[in-house]
């Protein structure tokens, strides 16, 4: 009897992974996928937490992909792993704090993890969804030999969408693929993937030209780069990760910044941290929960509560009175005059 090949697919939850699954079980390939979770990920953290999300739909786009595909999806956290990853990135960054090269390099060498620890499940190769000239950094004809042979994939990693552009890899060669029905996308232009969708029959898919990682976003990144000059050291925590995510940040003084949430949403999320940070709130109006991250000396509590009531309802009153809690100490009542826009210093805000 003729083997049936099984492979591997990084599914990010986008398009292109979405495509180049269903291009191979076209051809009775069965595909299981596979999504690591780095805590950098866009989806669903402030489509859940922000209130002018709440029309989005909250998913999780990777495992929607599998939902739709009919495959067995496994999420594996990578978290501490991928520190080194961002930290020591061989190949530098992007635009931002996007280590995108060294990102795929790592992706694709935990996939090979998996196909030699799951040889008894039949798995022989592994498929991305990368195409030509897409990303800037990353997925370039000069990066793709760098990717798979850094990874220690070789010749078993499969680019479907792009094949046609590149040499024949192992599972072509052997016959277990035909070459013939695989694509040569190139470029940025998404006009023939989303040709390919309608074909397929996907619809209600991510947006084929948005990222998934919040390191290509200049904001997000500017945040991280003040965090660690803050506190000067490049090291971070889970809790950091989702922080940077919620509301403005806004750093008066080298010491500490205020993160004060955008909606009620972000005032309900913050609302989680009480027992480890400083909050301040004001409660004779309407406003924000504000969480401060650093050491904020009892001599800047005026200052800081002014800032907060400034995002406040209260921000035109003469005084307005304000909570600080400080965990394990009695709850601060203070009465003080909310800083006009001209005094909130928008160098402040990182």
């Known amino acids: 009897m003729t083997k049936k090949h ?12 979405l495509l ?20 950098f990920c866009v989806e669903g953290h402030t489509h859940a937490i922000r209130n002018q999300d709440k029309d989005k739909k909250k998913r999780n786009n990777a495992l929607w992909a599998a939902e739709q595909l009919g495959i067995k999806l496994h999420i594996v ?23 995108c090269l060294d990102c795929k390099i790592f992706m694709v060498s935990k996939a090979v993890e998996w196909v030699k620890e799951n040889r008894k499940d ?9 195409v030509i000239g897409q990303r800037p950094m990353s997925q370039r004809k000069e990066t793709m030999p760098i990717i798979s042979n850094e990874s220690g994939a070789d010749d078993i990693l499969l680019r479907p969408l792009c094949a046609k552009n590149l040499p024949p890899t192992k599972p072509e060669l052997e016959g277990w693929v035909d070459r013939e029905k695989l694509y040569d996308f190139s470029g940025r232009n998404r006009k023939p993937q989303m040709a390919l969708a309608k074909q397929f029959g996907f619809t209600d898919y991510a947006s084929p030209a948005g990222g998934c990682c919040f390191l290509t976003d200049k904001n997000y990144s500017d945040k991280l780069v003040d965090l660690w000059d803050a506190r000067g050291s490049r090291e971070y925590e889970m809790d950091d990760i989702m922080l940077l995510k919620v ?21 309900k999320y913050l609302e989680g941290y009480r ?9 004779s ?10 050491d904020l000396k009892p001599e800047d509590y005026d200052f800081a509560a002014g800032i907060v009531a400034r995002y406040g309802q209260g ?20 009465s003080i005059k909310p800083l006009s826009t001209d005094q909130v210093n928008k160098e402040w805000h990182v």
């Not at 109006?285 to 650093?294: F, Q, R, S, V």
């Open 285 to 294: 109006h309407n406003g924000p929960l504000t969480m401060i991250d650093g």
């Open 247 to 267: 509301g403005r940040h806004i750093r008066p003084k080298p010491e500490f910044k205020l993160i004060i949430a955008r909606d009620a949403g972000e005032s």
């Open 77 to 99: 956290d990578v978290i501490e792993e991928y520190k080194d990853v961002l930290l020591n990135p061989k190949h530098g960054y992007g635009a931002n704090m996007n280590p």
């Open 20 to 39: 180049a699954v269903r291009v191979l079980q076209e051809q009775g390939i069965e595909v299981e996928g596979i999504n690591f979770y780095t805590g």
């Open 6 to 17: 099984k492979a591997i697919a990084l599914i990010s939850g986008g398009l292109d992974s």
């Open 275 to 283: 027992k480890q940070f400083v909050t301040i709130q004001v409660v």
């Open 122 to 130: 039949g798995f022989d190769f592994i498929i991305t969804g990368e």
């Open 315 to 334: 921000r035109d009153a003469e005084q307005v009175d304000v909570e600080i809690s400080v965990p394990g100490e009695e709850k601060l009542l203070r």
